[in-house]
């Protein structure tokens, strides 16, 4: 089987998953999901992690260093302002019946 | 790699399904997103764990840990009312730090040719197909590192949130997409790690060019796009790299990001095209 149509496959298999999943998705949880979503791409860290730890020269050594930087806070910057915008949503629920009840 | 590494990958793959899955409904969003976050983190622990000769060991664990506490302090800082620029700025690092792994990869790539020229053989290690998705990863990424910062700018008024437009930008921006353009081909026909960086630079200023001249109130939809297209390249990155995560992750991103926003651009009763480029046609989109 060749190898190259493999990856294809992936890909367009994987495209039409990150459709299908999101398709239901309410307005109010645009950002939220965007923020996740954007979260999720910061696995880009696991590529600079393998990239890095195969360089010899000194030069390229720090360019993956800053590249693990930055792939680190976009990925647990991104998970934590994501839990934080969730946070807030599921306070803002039970505020409104409290109030209804008094 | 070994068979179950591949195995554990693809779990991870899976819970990068279930985290979009459930950051889709209210009810499920925070778990979704913590499902997410497990994922992410059993995939980058891995490669410590299989790779034979990970050199630098130290140096990424201190590395990580910078990015950690960088991370966690700005997500905790920022204010409510924020999150919009904070989105932006953790994305645009997420593009940046894409590209740098295709520039080291490219570099790598042309270390093992080289090898082999010297030996006398003549066969291409590399596929031109990888080539190209070296480039894309280059060009694209930088475009979204310096887009995400200009948006950035914009919502933390760091500059006008108004449309910016100078009379050459439409010359200015057909210029840098050809340059992107011709230079991805010369990374495919003469790879060198020259046109790799100078591809780098074009997307940089192409990326701000892109951005200009949209709107104060149209960006969130801007880091929305641009949020996908981190994600594609991450995907590029992954099929460069040979790693399945890296590929179904960035591809799910890039799907998912590209529908939603679809979704967010039709929930304001707008147009992608129009925000992107209605103030260069003189229909102007205020901030």
């Known amino acids: 089987m060749n190898e190259g149509v493999v990856w294809l496959t992936i890909f367009i298999l994987s495209v039409f998953v990150g459709i299908e999943v999101i398709s239901k998705v309410s307005s109010t949880l645009h950002t939220p999901l965007m923020s996740g979503a954007n979260a999720i791409h910061g696995i880009i860290l696991l590529g600079a992690i393998l990239v890095t730890g195969a360089t010899d020269s000194t030069l390229a050594l720090v360019v993956g260093l800053v590249a693990i930087v930055l792939a680190t806070v976009n990925m647990v910057g991104g998970f934590v302002v994501t839990d934080r915008m969730l946070q807030m949503f599921t306070r803002k629920k039970p505020a409104p019946k409290n109030e209804g009840a008094r | ?287």
């Not at chain 2, 997410?36 to 840990?65: Q, S, T």
């Not at chain 2, 989105?87 to 593009?95: D, E, I, T």
């Not at chain 2, 520039?103 to 290690?125: I, K, R, T, Y």
Request: charged content about 10%; aromatic content about 8%.
């Open chain 2, 1 to 287: 790699m070994p068979t179950w590494v591949q195995v554990v990958y693809l779990l991870c793959a899976i819970g990068f399904i279930l985290a979009l899955k459930g950051l889709s409904g209210p009810r499920t969003a925070r778990r979704g997103n913590l499902v997410g976050a497990a994922a992410a983190v059993v995939g980058c622990v891995l490669p410590f764990i299989y790779v034979d000769h990970l050199d630098h060991v130290p140096l990424m664990i201190g590395a990580i840990a910078v990015g950690t506490a960088g991370g966690v302090f700005g997500a905790r800082k920022v204010q409510m009312t924020q999150m919009p620029q904070m989105v932006a700025l953790f994305n645009g690092v997420g593009g940046g730090a894409a590209a740098l792994v295709a520039l080291l990869e490219l570099n790598h790539m042309l270390e093992v040719q080289d090898a082999l020229d010297a030996l006398g053989a003549d066969v291409d290690a590399y596929g031109w197909f990888v080539y190209a998705a070296t480039a894309f990863t280059i060009f694209v990424g930088s475009v979204s590192f310096a887009g995400s910062l200009i948006t950035f700018a914009k919502l933390q008024e760091l500059m006008t949130s108004r449309p910016v437009v100078f009379a050459g930008l439409p010359v200015a921006f057909g210029l840098m997409l050809l340059g992107g353009v011709g230079l991805s081909v010369l990374t495919v026909t003469d790879a060198a790690i020259g046109i790799g960086i100078a591809l780098c630079l074009v997307g940089l200023v192409f990326g701000v060019l892109l951005v200009l001249p949209v709107g104060g109130a149209d960006v969130p939809i801007v880091i929305s796009l641009l949020n996908a297209f981190t994600g594609l390249t991450v995907a590029a990155g992954g099929y460069v790299l040979s790693n399945t995560l890296l590929l179904v992750g960035g591809t799910l991103v890039g799907a998912s990001g590209t529908f939603l926003t679809l979704l967010m651009a039709r929930a304001m009763g707008r147009s992608v095209g129009n925000i992107m480029f209605g103030a260069l046609k003189g229909g102007s989109t205020l901030g």
